[in-house]
């Protein structure tokens, strides 16, 4: 595989069974950290590392058919994985949850639906 991913390489993944793919998707990553001041010090004498947050954009979710024919829809998603397949290494941030969901509807187009996740943990893969 060369360039970059695709729809066909970004997808919402369930219990092992693909529900939807993404057009495209947006990553952030925060971590919180504290400072370790002492007594008599001017500045910090270290710092702790605190837990990560990802919050990812996705737009334009399409369910894939059997997905469709479980039942399954957007809101209804809890504990999902996203996956994104790159050149040399598969991503998958797992325990997601959707805290927003987006839609927007006009005459005579699709309807595009932006999922805001955040996720519980990021992993990659060689691929």
Known sequence: MTGFPTSADIYLEMDGKKVAVVQSYTARATKSSQSVEAFGESEPVATIEGQKQYTL???????????????????????????????????????????????????????????????????????
Not at 100 to 105: N, S, Y
């Open 57 to 127: 954009e996705l737009t334009r979710l399409y369910a894939t058919d059997s997905a469709v024919s479980d039942g399954i829809n957007f809101y209804d998603l809890a504990d999902f994985s996203l996956v994104i397949c790159k050149p040399d290494r598969r991503v998958i941030y797992s325990g997601c949850q959707w805290s927003a969901v987006r839609e927007e509807g006009q005459l005579n187009a699709m309807v595009a639906e932006k999922v805001t996740v955040v996720a519980a943990k990021r992993i990659e893969t060689t691929a």
